[in-house]
């Protein structure tokens, strides 16, 4: 078996709509394309050795055991690396069940595809089902070593590319609620919804997060003194650089038992608290220094410590943390009993789980030595053993939810104190013997405030009710359902995109928005260039949904970029698919038109059930992709008299139809003529009738997102598709006595939309200088050729400068032969190079003739024509 491409969908795809997360390997079986399961000996016996929970894969049988029963009457081997790599994956802890096998036209060369949380984990799933499969083929097994190495990497895989808990809490409300997210690549900030709605956050920071509040909430005794000025009550306390001003300022704080931290620490790293003597001192002076220059010594509160959560301006969860500490049974050492409490599946390293491993240090020693134990003590049943002096989860605390005791004057105190530090989200240290009693009844101390607090004490504590912190979070960034998204209108078809998404674009530029699109010539946000390129990928559209700046995203959307990763949102307001024809068939695996419309449904498929998908009435296969979606239709026509068209308008139904030289929408029994096509320059004059189905769709595109008609009217008027904007594409040149077109037309479909234009030039002779990229099927060159000798008078055979691979004038002998069928008599001549057929034919073209070009090099085309001192660039026929 062989590997020869792994590819990473992380969007709606070919395969699926609502699975986005998949893995595609396209898989050589080699040897093991004639070989069902069934006759590989002793492959059953090892497989289940290997893996024996594959038991719980139903397939198809429908039923426990399914997949193995599969395996055991024979079942190809991509069909099994398949669910190996499932399988793989749930071992690792990874919950995923959807995979799909599919042969390719290559006989012997699989996808098989399956899903993925993680995307280093799926591929590497994906690379290690395949050689666990060839071990046991090869070797009747798989080692055990072996087996537990790949598991252990994948969970380091899952665990390394984790977010954070409190992180996770929030993206999870915020998919609860429909809002999209995405991680921006850089200090783990997070995107919350699109464009101008977005809102962004790193771990528990805010965009609304200032950073005066951030600043000072770090500075402890900064803190203090602001939260003391304000008749808060704080511990008494000061800040030291020196060992000699130790003894002082114990006297200062009115002697032990003390408290002795880091000025700047967190975590609780570096700090002795309940300091008994000058011995203990002077270590705990030691230990801080290491974290931070500037010393705090305070008095010591006795009592239990609380974290308070405020949310914007409101107490959101109160928590208890206990220290970490153990509870005896009677027979175990305390390091035994370490040893089992950390064998809890839910405490792991740092801040990865909802607790963390009780390590010992230095304060745990001192500790035990004060309740006179050592490890290898044995505790009585149910006695506690306090291990650590501070309560930090991140030191092997656990936390106790006392939201419901919190006395409201404390609430009251805390949600004033964030409003005097600053902060959106706040995490209040609380030292108090008794939350359910005002502070200062009790002599309880606000120990610090902390900027971007833990939530995992919340979301899970130990004990108590979860609260869901991270909902008020969300209630914040989006309140009362704010939008968090942009529209998104996504434009896909064979031929068409670029011209539809540029003039979307412009109608919506009308209503005064900034629009962001992307295109086959670059990236746009309103009238500015963001990026030169072939942009109509996942990439590209992600540019756009994250700037800031952009309220609109209007995304060409090409089979290329649906293939290689999905789409790159997980639904649009609007899909529009223009038509379906023969384009790069027998690429990534696309061989059929119907596959390709597959593909292309994608567009219109992964749209939001209030949103609408714009479909071509006048292509089959895009009218039936209809059945394929949940989102309301909306038809566009060239074809006044159409059926669909008149059955889906009188339901109350809308669409956009090409009546009486008029683009109009009609929705149940009233028309709206939006404006002549003769008006509208896009449409030549009205002559280029695909321009004038691109001008419908987008209309109708725009006018289902609300766009009134007079601006969708003012957008047709004004949309000018000169060379500059649109090389390439129907680009028209008045050269005095004659005309010449330069169009990039590189396939069937589209040859015969030129040859519709091409049709109306009435004037005069009309003249081709054709041929097309080598990679084209032969059967393409000869429709070429066909169709040329249909609308021309006179062609010109040329081929491309780069002729992918094909013998140098094969295409143009195909050509030729298309032309023969039609007319064997046919005037026509045959000459290779670009550069000089382009010339010839400039060179004899009449009066009022129409010289149509489809160059390679479109910018070498028109820089041949105006060579000829062109009069004017034509962007309109009126
Ligand atoms: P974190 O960032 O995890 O909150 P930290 O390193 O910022 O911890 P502090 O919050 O200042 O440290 O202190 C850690 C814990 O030590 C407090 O939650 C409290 O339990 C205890 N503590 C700190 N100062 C005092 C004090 N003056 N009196 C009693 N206990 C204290
Ligand atoms: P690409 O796949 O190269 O990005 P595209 O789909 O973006 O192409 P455009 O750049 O808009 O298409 O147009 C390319 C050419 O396709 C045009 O110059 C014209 O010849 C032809 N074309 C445009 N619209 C249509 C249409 N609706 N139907 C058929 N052909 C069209
Ligand atoms: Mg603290
Ligand atoms: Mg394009």
Redesign the pocket.
């Known amino acids: 078996m062989r590997i020869l491409k792994i590819q990473t969908l992380r969007g709606p795809n070919y395969w699926s709509i609502r699975r986005h997360k998949l893995i595609v390997m396209r898989l050589d079986l080699e040897n093991l394309a004639e070989t069902p399961s069934n006759e590989i000996p002793g492959f059953y016996e090892g497989l289940v050795e290997a893996l024996p929970s594959l038991e719980g894969h139903y397939c198809s049988p429908g039923c426990r055991g399914g997949f193995l029963m599969r395996v055991r009457e024979g079942t190809m081997m991509g069909h099994i690396v398949e669910h190996v790599a499932l399988e793989l994956q749930e071992l690792a802890g990874m919950h995923v069940g959807f995979g799909r096998t599919r042969e390719t036209s290559t006989s012997g060369v699989y996808q098989v595809v399956f899903e993925y949380l993680n995307e280093e984990a799926g591929r590497y799933a994906g690379r290690a089902a395949v050689r666990l499969c060839q071990s046991i083929v090869d070797r009747g097994r798989y080692p055990k070593a072996e087996l537990e190495q790949d598991l252990q990497d994948l969970k380091d895989l899952w665990r390394d590319a984790a977010l954070g808990p409190s992180t996770e809490s929030i993206v999870k409300e915020a998919e609860k609620r429909g809002i999209p997210w995405m991680q921006l690549g850089a200090r783990f900030l997070i995107q919350l919804g699109y464009g101008v709605n977005q809102k962004r956050m790193q771990a528990t920071m805010t965009d609304n997060t200032g950073i005066l509040g951030v600043e000072l909430a770090c500075d ?1 005794e900064a803190t203090k003194r602001i939260l003391a000025n304000a008749g808060v009550p704080v ?1 008494k ?1 000061t800040v030291i650089n020196f060992l000699d001003d130790l003894p002082e300022a114990i006297e200062y704080v009115g002697g032990y038992p ?2 002795i ?2 000025l700047d ?7 002795t ?2 300091i008994q003597n000058w011995e203990e001192a002077e270590v705990a002076y030691d230990a801080a220094r290491q974290i931070s220059r500037s010393i ?1 010594v ?8 609380h ?1 308070v959560l405020v949310v914007d301006g409101k107490v959101v969860a109160v928590a208890e ?1 206990v ?1 970490a500490h153990v509870v005896g049974d009677g027979r175990s050492t305390i390091a035994e009993l370490i040893e089992e409490t950390n064998k809890d599946p839910n405490r792991g390293e740092g801040h990865d789980k909802v607790l963390t491993k009780i390590e010992l240090d230095r304060t745990s020693y001192q500790l035990l030595e004060r309740q006179g134990y050592t490890l290898d003590s044995v505790l009585a049943k149910d006695e506690i053993c306090y291990l650590r ?6 030191t092997g605390g656990i936390a106790v939810d006392r939201t419901d005791e919190i006395h409201p004057e404390n609430v009251w105190l805390a949600q004033r104190i964030v409003k005097i530090i600053g902060l959106d989200i706040a ?1 209040i ?1 609380i ?1 108090t013997s008794d939350i359910s009693r005002p502070l200062r009844e009790v002599d309880g ?1 606000i ?2 405030v ?1 900027a971007a ?2 939530f995992r004490m919340h979301v899970a504590p130990s004990q108590g009710t979860p609260r869901n912190v991270a909902g008020a979070v969300i209630d914040m960034l989006f309140p009362n359902e704010q939008a968090s998204r942009i529209p998104i209108l996504s434009v896909t078809g064979t031929n068409g995109k670029t011209t539809t998404t540029r003039l979307l674009a412009h109608i919506y530029k009308q209503t005064g928005k900034v629009v962001g699109y992307t295109t086959t010539d670059g990236t746009y946000i309103g009238d500015y260039l963001v990026e030169v390129g072939d942009n109509t990928g996942p990439q590209s559209a992600q540019l756009i949904l994250q700037d800031p700046t952009v309220e609109v995203a209007v995304l060409e959307t090409a089979r290329g970029g649906i293939l290689r990763s999905g789409l790159a949102f997980e639904a649009a307001n609007v899909g529009v698919v223009l038509n379906v024809a023969a384009d790069h068939l027998g690429i990534g695996d696309i061989d059929t038109i119907d596959q390709l419309a597959h593909l292309k449904s994608v567009v219109a498929e992964a749209v939001y059930p209030d949103g609408y998908a714009v479909l071509n009435a006048d292509d089959p296969r895009v009218a039936a992709i209809a059945e394929r979606t949940k989102a309301n239709i909306a038809y566009f026509t060239m074809n006044p008299e159409s059926e669909l068209v008149r059955n889906h308008i009188q339901k109350g139904a809308v669409a956009a139809v090409y009546e009486n030289g008029f683009l109009s929408i009609l929705k149940g029994d009233w028309t709206h003529r939006i404006e002549r096509a003769e008006n509208i320059p896009l449409t030549m004059g009205g002559r280029a009738p695909f321009m004038i189905a691109n001008a419908l769709a987008a209309s109708l595109a725009a006018f289902v997102q609300n766009v009134s008609i007079e601006q969708i009217r003012a957008g047709l008027n004004t949309f000018r598709a000169s060379v500059s904007q649109t090389p390439g594409r129907m680009n028209l040149f008045n050269l005095g006595n004659f005309h010449a077109l330069v169009d990039y037309a590189h396939n069937p479909h589209s040859y015969e939309a030129l040859g519709s234009f091409v049709r109306n030039w009435t004037n005069g002779d009309r003249i081709g200088v054709i041929g097309g990229p080598g990679d084209r099927r032969d059967q393409d060159f000869v429709a070429l050729g066909k169709l040329s000798a249909e609308i021309f008078d006179y062609v010109i055979v040329k081929e491309d400068d780069d002729t992918r691979g094909r013998a140098r004038g094969s295409a143009a002998e195909l050509i030729i032969q298309g032309i023969k069928q039609v007319n064997p008599n046919y005037e026509f001549e045959a000459i290779l190079d670009e550069t000089q057929a382009i010339n010839k034919a400039l060179d004899i073209a009449p009066e009022n003739s129409l010289v149509v070009i489809l160059p390679e090099s479109v910018n070498r085309a028109i820089k041949l024509i105006k060579a000829r001192g062109v009069v004017k660039e034509e962007v309109s026929q009126q």
């Open positions: 402890k511990p306390g003390i408290v931290k880091p620490g967190n975590h609780g790293r570096g700090i608290i309940d705090i305070e008095r010591y509160y006795k009592g239990r410590d974290r943390r220290p002096a501070t309560a930090n989860l991140s995490g240290d030292v101390v120990v610090e902390n607090p833990g």
